[in-house]
């Protein structure tokens, strides 16, 4: 609905172009300095780089305003063509038509959509006036919506509260009004001779409210020579409203109205040149995104399963390597691979570590320290802190000391002098005989595994 | 809005399809994750442990092989003792031997000594630990006598671990 056709063709330039009788108005827009500029062209030159934007007229055309009875706009759309068809006097089948606008409304339980469309025979008709002038826009904009549109760019005051506006834009064969309120576009007539009495007819319910203030432009190319002091008179008096403003530049008006709605967009978006009559560059286009698209997609597709399948294969190689290893070390410790199954491995070799130990641990003794060192030690030790050792009882895990020293002192100082790296001490009091001067001591040193 | 041509169509049946399944793999690949690290990280952890047992088992093995190259010539204990302990006439001897394992066994024997010098206790026990194979002191006990530097009696048990081949030369 709200495109922009520069996207979609990546133009940079665009023509807007609009026949008054067989004379064409082309305008040329451009962005500078990301401001929207304008040039009048005396003809096409358009490049590749350029659209072409055109539109059906008032007379030749439809808007509607629809009230669907749905809160949410993305269902309200869908009803759209169903409530579109009730309204129009010929089947919706033969015509173009786009969803211009979807606003919510007050009551919060309706939608009120803006559709533009005309007949295919009234599009085609266009179509073959614009090809015989030598001009084949890509663009088909709807003249009342596209002056409205171009109001509210050159005259923002226009979208005030309680503002109701309206456009005159006189051209040799026609005169169209469009009318809006509050900045939103109401709706859009066609005449074909400026007569007063015929727009007063057609004016009036808008102007019906005392409480807006009132607002009126006049555009087109022939703005200069209907607006005589004469008509203007006759028409403020009649409408009871003030002296249409000239906009600027009014002949060129609706050009630049479809020139900068083709190149910008804007709120009010549409082209009714789609469907059949979209032109095969389009199509083209449309085709080549799409495809663009789906290949962005498969690309990313495929490097999602490229880096699962990394993933997949580094993770199998990285369990598999560990795995080896633990396997291997296994083997070497087991020595039979069977007696190592899957996951099992250190299990494995720890048992069979325990096993070999138990039996081979007296292998091994001759590669410990001596006892005999740490016998002897006890006893120099004991005799430099004037201890007394009764008895000492030792195997390869244990030595067990009984005597007595001179005090208590002394027992401890032993206790911390055999203290070492691969053995603990422990230091207990021993009930001396009741005779007995010098405490009784048991030192137990244990070896640490 | 005119439908695409088929081979458009197809290719974004093949595109969806791709990305689909892409995005499929990935998210259980991401879920995997965690509990693969975990178990990577037991499995280094178990590694570690395996090296540190199979280090064990080395010095194992490098025990086994340093007993079997002792074969060299040995003086009994008993001649020993007596060199040690001259005049000490109550020598009490006590001798086993047990498989350890088929073809290794472990010779033991206790001998009881009294009223001898520690001093001399210790190098007996140097002299002995110096055979090939040694002679290990393995348990025992020992009293004090009344006089310095002598022991009242003492108990002691050697064991030596024989290799295969090596028949038992005392």
């Given at each position: 609905m709200n495109y922009s056709p520069r996207l979609l063709l990546n133009r940079i330039t665009s023509h807007g172009v609009d026949l008054d009788g067989n004379t064409p108005i082309i305008v040329e827009a451009f962005t500078r300095n990301g401001r929207i500029a304008y040039r009048k062209v005396?003809?096409?030159?358009?490049?590749?780089?350029t659209i072409v934007a055109s539109c059906m007229l008032q007379r030749e055309s439809f808007t509607r305003w629809i009230t669907i009875p749905l809160a949410a706009p993305r269902k309200a759309i869908r009803v759209v063509s169903t409530l579109l068809d009730i309204q129009l006097?010929?089947?919706?089948?033969?015509c173009e038509y786009s969803v211009v606008s979807v606003v919510g409304n007050r009551d919060s339980k309706s939608t009120s959509a803006l559709v533009a469309g005309a007949r295919h025979s009234e599009i085609a008709s266009r179509l073959h006036l614009l090809s015989a002038a030598g001009f084949s826009p890509h663009v088909m904009d709807q003249e009342g919506i596209a002056l409205w549109s171009q109001l509210i760019e050159e005259e923002?005051?226009?979208?005030?509260?309680?503002v109701t506006a309206v456009l005159f834009f006189f051209a040799s064969n026609r005169t169209t009004i469009s009318i809006g309120q509050n900045g939103r576009f109401v709706a859009a007539h066609s005449v074909n001779s400026p007569d007063v009495s015929m727009l007063q007819r057609i004016l009036r319910p808008y102007l019906a409210s005392p409480t807006r203030s009132l607002m009126a432009f006049r555009s087109g190319p022939s703005a200069l020579t209907v607006c005589t002091p004469l008509f203007l008179s006759d028409l403020c008096s009649s409408l009871q409203i003030s002296e249409p403003q000239a906009v600027r530049d009014p002949e060129s008006f609706l050009a630049r109205a479809c020139a900068r709605r083709a190149l910008m967009?804007?709120?009010y978006q549409l082209n009714l040149?789609?469907?059949?009559?979209?032109?095969e560059e389009h199509k083209l286009q449309a085709s080549r995104r799409a495809r663009h698209t789906a290949v962005v997609l498969l690309l990313a597709g495929l490097a999602l399963c490229t880096s699962s399948a990394f993933w997949i294969w580094a993770e199998n190689r990285r369990s598999a390597e560990l795995q080896g290893v633990s396997r291997q070390l296994a083997e070497s410790i087991?020595?039979?691979?069977?007696?190592?199954?899957p996951g099992q491995e250190l299990l494995a070799a720890q048992r069979s570590i325990e096993e070999q130990k138990t039996i081979y641990a007296p292998l091994l003794a001759p590669f410990e320290p001596p006892l005999s060192d740490v016998l002897q030690r006890a006893l120099s030790s004991a005799l430099q802190n004037g201890a007394n050792v009764e008895s000492m009882t030792f195997n390869g895990i244990s030595v067990i000391l009984h005597g007595q020293a001179p005090d208590w002192a002394a027992c401890e100082r032993l206790s911390v002098a055999l203290r070492e790296p691969a053995w603990t001490t422990r230091l207990e009091r021993k009930d001396a005989?009741?005779?007995?001067?010098r405490p009784a001591f048991v030192l137990r040193m244990t070896r640490i595994p | 809005m005119k439908p695409l041509p088929r081979s458009v169509q197809a290719l974004w049946l093949i595109a969806i399809s791709a990305f689909l399944i892409g995005t499929v793999s990935t998210i259980i690949s991401l879920m995997q994750m965690k509990s693969k690290m975990s178990t990577w990280h037991r499995k280094s952890r178990d590694i570690y442990q395996l090296s540190a047992l199979r280090t064990e088992r080395n010095r194992l093995q490098a025990a086994m092989r340093m007993h079997e190259q002792w074969r060299g010539p040995m003086t009994p204990v008993q001649n020993m003792a007596g060199t040690f302990?001259?005049?000490?006439?109550h020598v009490n001897w006590k001798e086993s031997s047990d498989l350890l394992a088929p073809g290794w066994r472990i010779n033991r024997l206790t001998l009881s000594l009294a009223d001898v010098p520690a001093d001399t206790v210790f190098r007996f026990l140097a002299a002995v630990a110096s055979n090939n194979p040694p002679w290990n002191l393995e348990s025992g006990n020992l009293q004090s006598g009344?006089?310095?530097?002598?022991?009242a009696r003492i108990e002691l048990t050697l064991s030596r671990v024989q290799s295969p081949g090596v028949g038992n030369a005392e």
């Open positions: 005396s003809s096409d030159n358009s490049t590749r780089k006097p010929f089947a919706l089948d033969k923002p005051q226009v979208t005030s509260a309680n967009g804007d709120a040149r789609s469907g059949k009559f979209q032109i087991v020595g039979n691979p069977k007696l190592a199954p005989p009741s005779m007995a001067s | 302990f001259p005049g000490v006439s009344s006089a310095s530097g002598r022991l």
